[in-house]
């Protein structure tokens, strides 16, 4: 069982920038940044195997960068030129390797899940 435990988060105008971090209790091959916003499939925003295989939703690329510390178990998540449907609940996940998906993070299907960070955007 891996906990995981996120920090950061908050609210900002639009064009301002927020970063969110997850500490996990152990190692897990994939780890990502989720979100849901209100009336609205969880979705994912960000992935990142630990041999640094990175997805993106097509709506944060060039705006979000993920980034994680294999030595201590830490993921980031940097958000720049945040607008007001970025709104909503991040969550951190993670799971183990699955073969399903060659490897790949971004459709893997995810085990455990912090506690969640609200993300509010205003205009």
């Known amino acids: 069982q891996v906990q995981l435990v996120e920090s950061g988060g908050g609210s900002v105008q639009a064009g301002g920038s927020l970063r969110l971090s997850c500490a996990a209790s152990g190692y897990t091959y994939c780890m990502g940044w989720f979100r849901q916003a209100p009336g609205k499939e969880r979705e994912p925003v960000a992935t990142m195997s630990s041999r640094g295989r990175i997805g993106y939703t097509d709506s944060v690329k060039g705006r979000f960068t993920i980034s994680r510390d294999n030595a201590k178990n830490t993921l980031s998540l940097q958000m720049n030129s945040l607008n007001p449907e970025d709104t909503a609940m991040y969550y951190c996940?993670?799971?183990?390797?699955?073969?399903?998906?060659?490897?790949?993070?971004?459709?893997?299907?995810?085990?455990?899940w912090g506690q969640g960070s609200q993300v509010t955007v205003s205009s």
């Open positions: 996940a993670a799971t183990e390797f699955q073969r399903s998906t060659g490897g790949g993070c971004y459709g893997a299907s995810y085990k455990y």
